[in-house]
Antibody, heavy 123, light 106 residues
Framework: QLQLQESGPGLVKPSETLSLTCTVS??????????WGWIRQPPGKGLQWIGS???????YYNPSLKSRVTISVDASKSQFSLKLSSVTAADTAVYYC???????????????WGRGALVTVSS | SYELTQPPSVSVSPGQTASITCSGD??????VCWYQQKPGQSPMLVIY???RRPSGIPERFSGSNSGKTATLTISGTQAMDEADYYC?????????FGGGTKLTVL
């Protein structure tokens, strides 16, 4: 059964780059037509989509974060990664990775989620 | 950018029907999904493609979408349904979440 697991530093200093990895186990990240996405949730607040990547490598980013976000894939390791630069305290959140089955025609949703990783931005 | 609006909170008595709305411009022309999130847990998909339930989701969860409003309906609400609920749609290559609704089962 496919599982997603986020990993990375739990504490990042202001102005530095947040880096997280999502490991996909139980299946291949590149053999099927899925989107792989990152979503975050500040403490006590709602969900915010950060960005998604199609299995071909095409990326899509939230316009409000686009200048600071990079999503990439390492298919050999069944991993995809998130980098968020120039972080501030406002970037403190639980970061989730998730899978979108890419059914097409705007029918986009996340059907499988990781457990989430709390990242705190503080000096 | 596209926006989805949800009421911050909804209350329902056990056994009654809860309705949570999600509104957006021409939302009926888009596909909407809904997630349930309980404290300390990851979101879980409960409705996709406006009306479809993933495997394992109880039949008491249903969805509709028309005009400017999508609605998640929980029939015969149980205490275990108390959670935050988020709607989500896709617009111009972006995934958009509503602000979330806290469902309280009184």
């Amino acid at each position: 059964q496919l599982q997603l697991q986020e990993s990375g530093p739990g504490l990042v200093k202001p102005s530095e780059t947040l880096s997280l990895t999502c490991t996909v186990s139980g299946g291949s990240i590149s053999s099927s037509s899925y989107y792989w996405g990152w979503i975050r949730q500040p403490p006590g607040k709602g969900l915010q989509w950060i960005g998604s990547m199609y299995y071909t490598g095409t990326t899509y980013y939230n316009p409000s974060l686009k200048s600071r976000v990079t999503i990439s894939v390492d298919a050999s390791k069944s991993q995809f990664s998130l980098k968020l630069s120039s972080v501030t305290a406002a970037d403190t959140a639980v970061y989730y990775c998730a899978r979108d089955p890419a059914n097409g025609h705007g029918n986009n949703y996340f059907d499988l989620w990781g457990r989430g990783a709390l990242v705190t931005v503080s000096s | 950018s596209y926006e989805l609006t949800q009421p911050p909170s909804v209350s329902v008595s056990p056994g009654q029907t809860a309705s949570i709305t999600c509104s957006g411009d021409k939302l009926g022309d888009k596909y909407v999904c809904w997630y349930q999130q309980k404290p300390g847990q990851s979101p879980m998909l409960v409705i996709y493609q406006d009306t479809r339930r993933p495997s394992g989701i109880p039949e008491r969860f249903s969805g509709s979408n028309s005009g400017k409003t999508a609605t998640l309906t929980i029939s015969g609400t149980q205490a275990m349904d108390e959670a935050d609920y988020y709607c989500q749609a896709w617009d111009s290559s972006t995934w958009v979440f509503g602000g979330g609704t806290k469902l309280t089962v009184l």
